[in-house]
């Protein structure tokens, strides 16, 4: 027991740290393009803190979070440039409504498993892409909303600088971190794993799968629902093609880099994937003058895929082995004087 | 033009397309028979192919020649992907393989920008001639290729499998990988024979739709989901299964486009595939249902 509170002790104190650190970043770094950077990991991170949350404790993959995404962010787009509304209800209003169409659409796909599982998510994600390049009349189709999305704001603070927004993103980032945590935690979270580990056992023991899966699955898409349109009044303008198959694999191989079977997974996949893409993006060029956007796919690939082959259980798994290996060998250097 | 040759010219553009679903959809299921992994750079062999092929015919190498260079050259390349990338993974979670797989795709993607660029390609049809008219509908003579090497192949496929050594060996490996260990095959050599199989499988199907669409170094994305959707139509193990899903799907997204909207051809293919899937969650050719825990 006592080891027990220790750890949920050390848990705590690591998400404080962790805020504290967040929270001082933006008066470290007073560099535009670095801050810019920061509020699309921020934004990234809630997306696959939900789909880690998926994959990791329900063992379910999803390949359309890309698509509920979108869903957030066209009905904050839509909502407040065609109708007026005020972008907070909009917000809320997108989040809701991923939340239900999620839920209904996910009655029947989950009783579907494994690859057919990843398809079907898979199917609904390119239904929902091909709803906004078609629509043209709500969407704009494929060149997106006409009309300017406005920035959010809070009384008569605008939030429109990158030193503004990043706060209100990792202030939702981090509350999405803490719900995950929590959730994790909790007896639905044992009941998730209990799902990972073996969905029979889980049953034959009295939980409800298929309810936590169901939950599980509309909580992920209304994280990135919110992050969707935490997305359109960042940028003030979408139009369909982040919100694509390419996108949703960048979330799966973001939530796997990072490792699924911590909270701190996504953080640390987000990070090292974005500052990879970024950092790719700006020493090609120095190193290779005349190289196009050509290398930066050829290396994300092979890096990609390397990370997998020595740390296929991701980022965070690997670090923690490393660690523990280096506490094992300084106990036995310890005790053999 | 009535109805009916209406109909019969969506069915026939839609067995053309469906025949390089069904040889794509194969190169999956005998992938993931044999090694459990589903392999999302398939559709990368398909534009290594068409690409290999028209390099090579732009080097004014004879149109036959050609095709059996590109096809080694795609095996060749899969098979040093499969010994370095692949089996360094091997005790790997599925989901980590699915990515390794990912980011194979990505990176032989981006190689192809680099060697090859962003413009289209265009291949010469293999035979020259106008188009042919059955019944009211026209078909142009490459199509007739397609339909013809599909078939050709699949019933090579199916004699391989059934009267040689190798293909024994491989059904084996499917039905149990234990087993077929303790009777002397190595899985390791197997999974290396599936993976170069799939690539030419792969190849040929770039290279025969090469004529009727632009050869493009992102040709291979959309191809290598159709062909996935194709698989798990058809159940994800079973090769006949993954023949007429890929055939189904071809046709059902030519009517779709044909008779509702061009724009949402991908969207009527998957609204299908999602209550294909519902109604029968294992596929049309699966075996759903019990599982052993």
Redesign the interface.
Known sequence: MKDLTRRKRLRHSLIVLFTLFIFSLPFLITNNYYLSVLVIIGIHTTVVVGLCLL?GYAGQ?SLGHAAFYGLGAYASGILTSTYGISPWLAILAGAVGTGLITYTMGI??F???E??L???T???G??IH??F??EVELTGGPSGLSKGIPYLSIGKLVLNTDFRYYFLVWAIALAAIILANNVVHSRIGRALRSIHG?E??AKSLGVDTDKFKLQVFALSAIYASVAGSLYAHYITFISPSPFG?MTS?QF??MA??GGLSSIWGPILGVTAVTLLTEALKSIIPQLIPQAG?????????????IT??FL??GLTSGLLKLYEGWRYRKERADEIP | MTLASELLQYILSGLTMGGIYALVALGFVIIHNVTGIINFAQGEFVMLGAMFMVTLVGLKVPTPLALIISIILVMIVVGLIEFGAIRSARKASPVTLVIITIGLSTAIRGIALLVWGTNPYRLEPFTKGGPINIGGATIIPQSLWIIGTTVVVLVLTYFLFEYTYFGKALRACMVNKFAARLMGISPQKMSLFAFVFSAALGALAGIVIAPITYVTYDMGLMLGLKGFVAAVLGGLSSTPGAVIGGLALGVIESLGAGLVSSGYKDGIAFIILLLVLFLKPGGVFGTSGSKRV
Not at chain 1, 293 to 305: H, M, N, Q, S, T
């Open positions: 994959m993959i029947p796909i009783r579907l498993k690859h057919y990843a398809l079907a898979l199917g609904l390119l239904i091909v709803i390049v078609e073996s029979f056992a198959l694999i799966v191989v796997v880099v956007g050509e290398y930066e796919i050829v290396i994300f690939g092979l890096i990609l895929v997998m082959i296929p259980e």
